[in-house]
């Protein structure tokens, strides 16, 4: 499967840049960065190349940027083992995601060091040739509001513990990038004062704070919201809540689970209206049981149903998704009449700017990582590259390699 060359060309594609959309385009590859683009009218120098020429209606998209997946093709990052986050690193190129934050859960503190631990180590020790890159860890709880606990196991939520995290920080080798917390409870908004001063993004998440004590958050250096809608309080004409407070403030850029489940599409429809395509991100939430069958899977100790496209607890608590990024991006297309460009900003350059990144991932650009996704005239994923190698292609596409 893997094309793991260090000179690769892209030909006669319909190439989307950072900055305009070029027709009939190529894309050089060169030890795992782009290093030119532009009109097939003006490629010269094809020698030593491997040329790929894509012939069709075929698109280059920079890769998507997942900053909040659980597990994938019956790993999960709590598994706590390298094994776990090899399958999900060769498992997600297949849905267009070439770089993500392995996400953790709300579960006994010994469980989540060594989750960390594990993450930590892999991120610093492996990046296996033609996968998905783990850019870093994102915590997701136990410092939430068990009010709004969704799948969180209740028993092991905690208040913000300022002293807990640096020690977690730093048995994850600084790896730890965004951090999901209510800011209401006790210890919440210092907190995220110390992730703001460390470069660490601090999202408002499972929480039930007012639209005030969000604010006061915002104030203190809160700028992301997990999973809109999903999990906090909601929107009421006597009290905005975390999801006013998302609307009416630019700072705060906001991650939506597009898969028609977790929100109806006329509510993705009503978020895309008020934050517009620069205000969101799309995610996936999804657990290991994504890519797999219907049946009964395990997330933080519980039983999970998986069924027709949900995943729920026994009490029909929705417990994360089966979403594949490749088919939010469909989804958001479908459900918001977005144009492409705009889908793009909020699956690859919307992510890579929270995270600081963006000079090197999240657009099509010389200079930057080869990340690539080519799409069908249907928006289906077909190829794609991570860091310039061939990562997965679609059985039966038509190309020309040689």
């Known amino acids: 499967m893997n094309l793991n060359l260090n000179h690769i060309l892209l030909k006669g594609i319909r190439v989307y840049s950072d900055d305009q959309i070029i027709e009939d385009g190529y894309i050089k590859i060169e030890n795992e960065k782009i290093i030119e683009l532009g009109t097939l009218s003006v490629l010269t120098n094809e020698d030593n190349y491997q ?5 069709g209606h075929f698109k280059a998209v920079p890769g998507f940027i997942d900053v909040h997946i659980h597990g994938v093709a019956g790993a999960d990052t709590m598994d706590a083992t390298s094994e776990a986050l090899d399958t999900m690193v060769r498992a997600l190129p297949q849905e267009g995601t070439t770089s993500f934050l392995a996400t953790t859960m709300t579960q006994e503190g010994k469980q989540i060091e060594q989750a960390l631990i594990n993450a930590g180590n892999y991120i610093k020790n492996q990046h296996p040739q033609g ?123 906001a991650e939506i689970i597009v898969d028609g489940v977790h929100v109806r599409p006329e509510m993705v429809h009503l978020a895309y209206k008020q934050k517009r395509s620069d205000g969101l991100l799309l995610i996936t939430d999804s657990m290991r049981a994504k890519c797999l069958k219907n049946g009964m899977y395990d997330l933080g100790g519980q039983e999970v149903t998986v069924q027709d496209g949900k995943a729920t607890l026994a009490n029909g608590t929705l417990a994360g998704s089966i979403l594949k990024l490749g088919h939010a991006v469909k989804n958001i297309l479908t459900y918001t009449g977005c144009s492409v460009e705009e889908a793009i900003e909020m699956a690859s350059v919307n992510p890579a700017k929270q995270l600081n990144i963006f000079e090197r991932k999240g657009s099509i650009a010389a200079g930057k990582d080869a990340d690539i996704v080519i799409l069908d005239d249907k928006m289906e994923v077909v190829m794609t590259f991570c860091r310039g190698t061939l990562a997965y292609k679609k059985e039966g596409i038509s190309n020309e390699s040689h």
């Open 131 to 253: 996968t998905a890159e783990i850019l870093g860890i994102h915590l997701e709880g136990p410092f939430v509001n068990a009010k709004m606990a969704g799948a969180q196991p209740i028993q092991h939520i905690v208040d913000p513990d300022l002293d807990l995290f640096k020690e977690w920080q730093k048995l994850s080798n600084g790896s730890i990038k965004l951090v999901t917390l209510a800011p209401e409870q006790p210890g919440g908004l210092e907190m995220i004062r110390y992730l703001k001063e460390n470069g660490v993004i601090a999202s408002l998440g499972h929480t039930n704070a007012t639209y005030e004590q969000v604010e006061d958050a915002i104030v203190a250096g809160a700028n992301h919201v997990t999973h809109l809608f999903n999990q906090m309080r909601g929107l009421h004409h006597r009290e905005p809540g975390v999801v006013g407070a998302a609307f009416l403030h630019d700072e705060l850029k």
């Open 51 to 55: 040329i790929i020429e894509l012939l």
